[in-house]
Nanobody, 127 residues
């Protein structure tokens, strides 16, 4: 069983930056896909970014259009971590951010392929 724990959320002003981290424990997770999703109050959960490993060292990345050019996902298989660097944050980025992991190589933002989910971390961007 894989456990995911997110950290790094908080309150930031518009235009600022935050870095979210997700640590996987329970077993080594050097393959598969790791992603970030978010859910704002009253809205459905939406895809943010994903990193799909196609070797032990390389991975493909996908981003939602709303975060392209502002957010960067990266993963460190040696540390079983995935991070989300968020720059130029906007109030509409306010949400609970969830880390997720899937046991296969997946592109795109289909949440149904993910097998494991973290508890989430709150990101609030003020005007």
């Amino acid at each position: 069983q894989l456990q995911l724990v997110e950290s790094g959320g908080g309150l930031v002003q518009a235009g600022g930056s935050l870095r979210l981290s997700c640590v996987a424990s329970g077993r080594t997770f050097s393959s598969g896909t790791m992603g970030w999703f978010r859910q704002a109050p009253g809205k459905e959960r939406e895809f943010v970014a994903a990193a799909a490993a196609y070797s032990s060292s390389f991975y493909s990345t996908d981003y939602a259009d709303s975060v392209k050019g502002r957010f960067t996902i990266s993963r460190d298989n040696a540390r079983n971590t995935v991070t989300l660097q968020m720059n130029n944050l906007k109030p509409e980025d306010t949400a609970v951010y969830y880390c997720a992991a899937a046991n296969g190589y997946y592109r795109g933002g289909d949440s149904n392929v993910y097998n494991y989910w973290g508890q989430g971390t709150q990101v609030t961007v003020s005007h």
